[in-house]
């Protein structure tokens, strides 16, 4: 008979420490950008133009991933400090609860220090000097 357990506690013993360290690795993406838009926005059509792109692959966009929720269809997780009235409407929200909001796109040159400076004055995020 063989004797399967030596084999699985060897394997174990490398690998739970393995999937640990991987775990503790992943970003831990409580910050995030929620975007709030609504079909037909013509602000939200030219953000999606000159932003959506790029975010991603910036330090912003690292430390706050973009999420995109419907206006009329806001998660009930989602925490928000007062109503939205007007898309897009950009909410920083950490752990799903609104720390901070950008109401209106106001164009590429704006729109990226504005929302740095929301993201240094409310979370712990450093970015450069554009």
Do not use: H
């Amino acid at each position: 008979m063989l004797n399967l357990r030596s084999p699985l506690l060897a394997a174990a013993r490398w690998l739970v420490p393995a999937v640990v360290a991987g775990l503790a690795a992943l970003p831990a993406w409580a910050v995030e950008l929620v975007m709030v838009e609504q079909v037909g926005c013509e602000w939200c059509a030219r953000w999606n133009d000159e932003i959506a792109p790029a975010y991603p692959n910036t330090r912003e966009g690292q430390f706050a991933p973009l999420r995109r929720v419907d206006l009329r269809a806001l998660p009930e997780d989602l925490e928000i400090a007062r109503r939205v009235n007007f898309t897009p409407t950009f909410l920083i929200v950490d752990d799903n609860r609104e720390i901070a909001r950008l109401e209106g796109y106001p164009g590429e040159d704006f729109f990226w220090p504005l929302l740095a400076a929301l993201l240094e004055q409310n979370t712990d995020f450093r970015g450069e000097k554009r």
